[in-house]
């Protein structure tokens, strides 16, 4: 477990080496204006005035951060990096060259530091390692007044999520160019990507029989596949590394869990012995502990589906190769004193980008995420910028693209609109949309897809989504419920639906792009630690390669359609065709192609 002493450093610099002009002064406190106002909490969170927050008590975390320099240079370095037949591909960057080349301004670091003085909070006050923010400790009632902000506790009762958070926050004038962004503020959390836990219970010696002989009701059937339930077997035939023959051990998958999420020790034994393809039964997985996670074997929180889901599917994809679980913490106890209301998300990139190149994943798979329109833009920012130092370290990022379909509502601030995700709308992830069905393997109509209102089209995909955009006649009536000129995904896809998991000694089924994005992932982390085997570069960030060479290694779906909204568009969406769409991206994976390709890539 990694305690935050392993994490900040000491700052040296002493408060008073930076003078601040008086004229920003007001009775010798900083002249504030509102930086960030919420009319109202995202949609499906409400205000719990039920329990009374001991605000003297309630520890914070606040994360201030720095206004970064030459971001745009290093985006242009890191897409080099990326895209093969560039001289630099492959020439992953050390985190401290990284870090010299987007260092924030020393002034914007002294400015912040002698508001915190002012403010009696500069003994509680820490650079970050990486100096891009600086993170104060400190209770409720000392960051309310810092920020002059109201916190309250926030619950989203559908998901039985809940949140310390403010809807306003107040930021000297005097910091404007050198912060663009605090948090735990307006904030409001990730949501796990599973929409229809169909917790059925089967027998599974009966699953086991049908998944492993071709069923005879559908003679085009993919051998182990059968109309009720995905397995390994199923996947390993219907994605093409059933052939494969190699033991692939070395490199790291990584997986990512949050909101308690813990996979059970016994249910996947339970579920290799039963269900593994490759011979590896008794390959498990280790955890690693992130701002207060936890990892216990047993059931303990109740909050096992996506987890054992993420962990089962991926341990049993990835033959020998080492898995990771990194459970981060970030949900306070409600009662009693003490509790901490960290921003999981940000906690678990930093962490990463803190790991030395031999101790991080070569490949992370996210099945988390919430609603585009609820992130604030800032908030958004900072990630995709920690996901694309990620991807410039070397490591493939995977990322669900949410179960909605186009959206729910389809409404925006009172407009019609498709709705989108984060972080599956971050142009520095690759994201995975569903499938269903193998014969053919169509669209699963609920698989999340769209084009970011935040994130422009990155140049990756430009050619393929202008070829879509002029060539596509499906989308023409719908054209106003999107802007066409955003960050398009997914960019790829695979099985959705029906995954047959093992809960608590039972099987039962498991759908959305939750169960997708392990499976893709774990296909590229063959492919990475094939090359690592071949003493190779991982492939990193994906996309330019998946959008250039990759492409030809993935089965285009070119049945079915993502639906979504309701009211007057309710059905709306975007089919899938020939070629990339909005729908399934590039399509599934075809494991024996992509690895010929990326054993042709240098
Ligand atoms: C694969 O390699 C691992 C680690 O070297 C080893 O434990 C395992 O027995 C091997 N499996 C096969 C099928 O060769
Ligand atoms: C798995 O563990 C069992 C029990 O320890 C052992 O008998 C078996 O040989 C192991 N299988 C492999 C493939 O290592
Ligand atoms: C569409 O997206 C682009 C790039 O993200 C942005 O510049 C433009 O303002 C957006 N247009 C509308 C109408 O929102
Ligand atoms: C993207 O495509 C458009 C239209 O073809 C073109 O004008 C633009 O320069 C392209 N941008 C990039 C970054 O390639």
Not at 175 to 191: A, I
Not at 264 to 286: C, R, V
Request: aromatic residues 8%; glycine residues 10%.
């Amino acid at each position: 477990m990694v305690s935050l002493k392993n994490l900040l450093v000491v700052l040296a610099v002493s408060a008073s080496s930076f003078a601040i002009p008086f004229s920003s002064r007001e009775d010798g406190q900083f002249k504030a204006s509102i930086y960030q106002k919420l009319p109202a909490p995202p949609a499906g969170w409400e205000r719990d005035d039920s329990v009374k927050l001991d605000k003297d008590s309630f520890m914070v975390k606040l994360r201030i951060h720095l206004v970064q320099q030459g971001m745009k240079k290093f985006h242009d370095l890191a897409m080099k990096i990326a895209t093969p037949g560039h001289e630099l591909y492959g020439g992953h960057l050390a985190q401290h060259v990284i870090d010299s080349m987007i260092a924030p301004k020393q002034e914007s670091k002294d400015l912040v530091l002698e508001w915190l003085d002012t403010e009696g909070l500069r003994s509680h006050a820490e650079v970050s390692p990486r100096s891009d923010s600086i993170i104060v400790e400190a209770s409720l009632e000392q960051i309310e007044k810092l920020l002059k902000a109201e916190y309250s506790k926030f619950v989203r009762p559908e998901s039985g999520d809940s949140a310390v958070r403010t809807l306003e926050y107040s930021l000297p004038d005097i910091l404007k160019g050198h912060v663009d962004m605090v948090q735990p503020t307006t904030f409001f959390g990730l949501r796990a990507m599973k929409s229809t836990i169909k917790e059925v219970t089967m027998n599974i010696e009966d699953n086991i029989a049908a998944n492993k002989i071709n069923t005879a009701a559908s003679p085009a059937a993919v051998k182990g596949c059968n109309s009720n339930s995905i397995t390994p077997i199923c996947l390993a035939n219907l994605y093409n590394f059933a052939s494969d023959t190699t033991n692939q051990t070395v490199g790291r998958m990584g997986i990512a869990g949050f909101l308690e999420q813990h996979p059970i020790q016994s249910d996947l034994k339970t579920f290799m012995n039963k269900y593994a393809y490759f011979d590896n039964k008794n390959e498990t997985y280790s955890c690693e502990l992130i701002n207060g996670g936890t990892c216990p074997a047993t059931d303990v929180t109740n909050n096992i589906v996506e987890a054992n889901l993420d962990v089962q599917y991926a341990r049993a994809i990835t033959q020998n190769i080492p898995n990771v679980y990194y459970s981060t913490g970030g949900r306070p106890p409600w009662l009693g004193s003490g509790g901490n209301t960290n921003e999981p998300y940000l906690e678990f990139l930093n962490y990463l980008l803190a790991l030395d190149d031999d101790s991080l994943p070569n490949t992370m798979s996210i099945s988390y995420g919430d609603d585009e329109a609820t992130v604030p833009i800032d908030y958004a920012n900072t990630c995709c910028d920690l996901f694309a130092q990620l991807g410039a370290r070397g490591v493939s990022i995977l990322v669900a693209s949410g179960d909605s379909g186009v959206g729910n509502s389809c409404k925006v601030d009172g407009k019609a609109q498709f709705t989108t995700a984060f972080p599956a709308a971050c142009p520095w992830v690759t994201t995975v949309g569903g499938t269903t069905g193998t014969s053919p393997e169509g669209t699963w109509s609920d698989g999340g897809g769209g084009f970011s209102e935040i994130f422009g089209r990155p140049s990756y995909q430009n050619d393929t989504v202008n070829t879509w955009l002029e060539t596509d006649t499906t989308h023409t009536a719908i054209s106003k419920y999107f802007n066409s000129s955003g960050r398009a995904y997914p960019d790829v896809s695979a099985q959705a639906m029906n995954f047959l998991v093992v809960l608590l000694g039972s099987a039962a089924g498991v759908s959305g792009t939750s169960a997708a994005c392990p499976t893709f992932a774990s296909v590229v982390q063959l492919l990475n630690s094939d090359r690592l085997a071949s003493g190779k570069k991982p492939l990193g960030f994906l996309n330019p390669w998946l959008y250039g060479e990759g492409a030809k290694g993935m089965n285009d779906i070119t049945t079915g359609r993502i639906t979504g909204c309701s009211g007057s568009i309710s059905g709306a969406g975007f089919s899938a065709v020939a070629g990339w769409d909005p729908a399934t991206g590039l399509g599934s994976p075809n494991y024996g192609s992509l690895l010929a390709i990326s054993r042709a890539t240098a």
